[in-house]
Nanobody, 126 residues
């Protein structure tokens, strides 16, 4: 069983930056494809970005390409989400996700996720 704990959320002005972290425990972190999803108030959860086990491959939603960067440190069992040029529409609860044994492309759907964190709130003010 893998436990995922997010941190780093908060309130930021539009145009600002935040870095989220997700610490994993209970499994072999380097075996998992990791990702981030978000859910805005009144909306469905949506895929943000994902990274493969080695960190050598990433995918991202069009809405965040060029602004958000996912990375991982397998020695620290942690995945990061660097968010730059934040917009009010980025306001959401951001959740860390992990999947084992599937391609990175499967992370585009929450049906491909095996484990979820509880999430951290990011609020972007205009």
């Amino acid at each position: 069983q893998v436990q995922l704990v997010e941190s780093g959320g908060g309130l930021v002005q539009a145009g600002g930056s935040l870095r989220l972290s997700c610490a994993a425990s209970g499994g072999t972190f380097s075996s998992y494809t990791m990702g981030w999803f978000r859910q805005a108030p009144g909306k469905e959860r949506e895929f943000v970005t994902a990274i493969n086990w080695s960190g050598g491959g990433t995918i991202a939603a069009d809405s965040v390409k060029g602004r958000f960067t996912i990375s991982r440190d397998n020695a620290k069992n942690t995945v990061y989400l660097q968010m730059n040029s934040l917009k009010p529409e980025d306001t959401a609860v951001y959740s860390c996700a992990a999947t084992l044994g599937r391609s990175i492309a499967t992370m585009r759907s929450d049906h491909g996720v095996d484990y979820w964190g509880k999430g951290t709130l990011v609020t972007v003010s205009s």
